[in-house]
DNA sequence: TTTT
DNA sequence: TTTT
């Protein structure tokens, strides 16, 4: 009922291979690390920001078949904060792009492919708050080491 | 040379009251996190996300005059990432949003007044650099707890 | 298959009380013009800019119901360009932005509603298409000044 | 003073060759279209968008050298509205994409470099106004065929 | 852990 | 640690 404007637009390269995954109710998610250039740092140091982009659906295996480390893409999306305890109980929390649509710019295919996430993923709401919970199979589903700032 | 498109438009509401630091060459840097209103989850949860906005400069000290918990923002800016070493050695990363425009929306003072960020802070290319620097001083500077993934 | 990034997002003030009409297939599509602030320009003038938004399906509704003149809003769309022939048979265009989400931000109810096209409009596709046609019905539920730039 | 949130992402190929030209204080001003691929029409048409992209400063140089019809890009910027007398006196305006950053995708030489609008043109508040200017300079300066939605 |  |  709060849902406030929330919208991130990128431009990168994939740093990695996009990962996918499927939840219990058999719906994808991929997950891939971008690296967006950031401002020429005054000491010459080159200023990229990695950033992870989750993306859900039918996208997410467009995404997994057509990108792979290196290819460059446009991210239309929105920022969510993801909560967790660590092993030691303390409560952690990472930030993501979820992609809602990613558009394929690089590589020798050429560009002009866009995968597009809107309709297409009938149970996506459902999907992440599975996503969330404790079992067996979604620590399974959950980052391999939420604790890596990387991932 | 490189600087990739990397746009992200915000509105929510500021969980706790702006902090202001200064960098020894004397530019403001405040600090908020600013509560975004995400998707209603099926589970009858709320999923609002936290997250961290940086502002340099002029419009540092204008967010820190006006802005207070609860108050409403919108906010145009960009996404980074920053790297640093955590206290056991290990790599650690957070995402920022650094705020270039902040609108006031919300409070009784009413809305229509924007905080710019241009040409506002002519050493702010020089500021993030120290910012990341490993001095003493710079540490002071820093988040007074980098693991705290709310910070 | 080529569906670009197309991202808008505004901030600002109802220009004029929206307007509501009817497609034929009965999907509601609301229509504002949004005063902008611009930026200041340096002989004193202010130059805010009248932009038309557009709104389609149950959300065009809730922004009939709840929106008005003055009042300030947040608008998450796409930027589209229509083309048709003038009355002298000269072709002509304007560019829209057409809303995916609009959140209220001002008055007396208060900030923090949120109108969401997504999922809301099942023939919200099919609509745009009549819209372009040609019909008696269409024309008349054409602008009713294309050359009004308020419109 | 009153700055709204304003902001455009955009993705496309370039309709046409840049169109360079200088106000009388010598700022450079680049104009081309972009052709942004809008959503498949249910009737088999393509919707594409024609939009007017302008450029200022050292920015619209780098523009005009790099880019030719044809090749891909991404837009950051604002949309505004220029209002002008039409030549039977009427009032007329048109809704622009004034790009603050300009990322050239496509085309032989590889994706990669931006360029920045930021910081590069020291009168760019004033070029503007005399863009409005009704003098015989700015009659030609003003675009050759204000009707065409190709402009 | 990282892309060109 | 969290806003309405």
């Known amino acids: 009922m709060s849902w406030d ?3 991130v637009v990128l431009v ?4 990695r291979d ?8 058999n719906t994808a998610v991929a997950r891939f690390t971008l690296a967006v250039g950031g401002k020429q740092k005054n000491d010459g ?8 982009i989750v993306v859900w659906g039918k996208t997410a295996e467009t995404c997994k078949q057509y990108l792979s480390k290196g290819k460059m893409v446009a991210v239309d999306g929105r920022l969510e904060q993801r909560s967790w305890k660590g092993q030691d109980g303390s ?3 990472t930030i993501e792009i979820v992609a809602e649509r990613v558009e394929f710019l690089g590589g020798a295919s050429g560009p002009g ?3 597009d996430i809107r309709s297409e993923v009938p149970d996506m709401a459902a999907a992440p708050d599975f996503y969330y919970d404790n079992t067996e199979t979604a620590i399974d589903f959950n980052p391999v ?7």
Request: proline share 17%.
């Open 5 to 7: 404007i929330n919208r």
């Open 113 to 115: 492919k866009t995968a």
């Open 12 to 15: 990168g390269r994939l740093a």
């Open 91 to 93: 409560p952690r929390s």
């Open 18 to 25: 996009p990962e996918i995954k499927y939840t219990p109710s």
């Open 45 to 52: 140091t080159d200023s990229v920001s990695f950033l992870p």
């Open 145 to 151: 080491n939420p604790e890596d700032p990387n991932f």
